[in-house]
């Protein structure tokens, strides 16, 4: 009996495993000749972020920055002062089942930060950074939606299924300007700056992936003439296209997004007074696209003529 199969390809992603891990960063911190001796830290905070991370076989290898940020004050009723710096870092993390060339995703976050002051002009920091990554596949099948011949006859169900059809990236650096008000004072320095993205529209559109979005930055800044510490918040909007081949507007989107790099300088206005914070943040997005197919599942089958044993593989 002759049975002709009939086939389509679907690719797809498949779930590797995650594992998780933790180091600890450590460092010393000098003082910079222009900034006087340390007498009281107030204030001390971090930032772990993952530059790059690999899969390998079983571990995925990461590469990290360890960014601390400290405010003190050099003796009491004297302005406060910021110093920060930074400590790479390396670990790995166990992942049975990965490999190489597989698609991981990693997340650091810092449980504990602490100091030791050494001296008035030194600093030594440490840190735990908690990991976790995840390793996926992707790879491509054939599966049988239907069979014809003499007198065969099928049981089917509909199974629906969002297949990977294509992933971008871009990179865009965000700009924006805060003036402060004329009732304030100069700006004498910028103790803590911090950035987190926000507002995220998504569109899919005919070949691209368009992202309207907000950097909300928040600002901790003193003024010349004031020992008093000021806050201020801005959104900085920014726009990133992502061109991908294949892009529909009836197509599932992820978007990842992650900070590279932030710098703020302090500018004088058009009077010549130092009352503007220029911020420019460096944004990398990636997006991963699906499509939603509905596919044929042959339940069972039988004829006349003879039975058929299927092999059934999940993925």
């Known amino acids: 009996m002759s049975v002709d199969l009939i086939r389509n390809m679907i690719n797809y992603e498949k779930f590797i495993g995650e594992g998780t891990g933790q180091t600890m960063v450590s460092g010393d911190i000098v003082i910079p000749d222009r900034n006087p001796d340390i007498e009281k830290v107030l204030c001390i905070d971090g930032k772990a972020y993952v530059v790059s991370s690999q899969a390998t076989q079983d571990r995925i290898i990461i590469e990290g920055k360890m960014v601390f940020e400290i405010l003190y004050c050099p003796s009491e009723g004297e302005k406060v002062f910021s110093i920060s710096a930074s400590s790479a870092f390396n670990q790995n993390i166990q992942v049975p089942g990965s490999a190489d060339k597989m698609l991981c995703k990693v997340n650091a976050a810092v449980e504990h930060i602490g100091y030791e002051l050494i001296t008035g002009r ?38 629906d299924a969002d297949q990977f059809t294509g992933e971008g990236a871009n990179q865009v650096i965000a700009k924006g300007r805060i003036d402060i008000l004329e009732d304030k004072g100069s700006i004498k320095s910028i103790l803590k700056n911090s950035v987190d993205i926000h507002k995220k529209d998504i569109s899919v559109q005919e070949g691209k992936v368009v992202i309207n979005a907000c950097i909300l930055t928040r ?29 529909r507007p009836d197509m599932k989107c992820d978007v990842d997004f992650k900070i ?6 302090i500018k004088e206005n058009d009077e010549g007074e130092k009352k503007v914070i ?25 004829s006349a003529g003879g039975r058929f044993d299927f092999e059934k593989q999940s993925v």
């Open 219 to 247: 600002t901790l800044y003193q003024l010349e003439e004031s020992s008093e510490l000021n806050y201020i918040e801005q959104d900085i909007p920014f726009v990133s296209e992502i061109n991908i081949e294949n892009a």
């Open 260 to 265: 590279i790099d932030c710098y703020n300088e």
């Open 122 to 159: 030194k600093l030594k920091v440490n840190a735990v950074i908690n990991l976790n990554g995840a390793a996926v596949d992707r790879d491509k099948t054939e599966v049988v939606v239907d069979m014809k011949g003499e007198d065969v006859q099928t049981l089917k169900s509909t199974i």
């Open 278 to 302: 220029e911020n420019e943040v460096v944004v990398d997005s990636r997006a991963v696209l699906y499509e939603r197919v509905q596919l044929q599942n042959i339940l069972d089958a039988y």
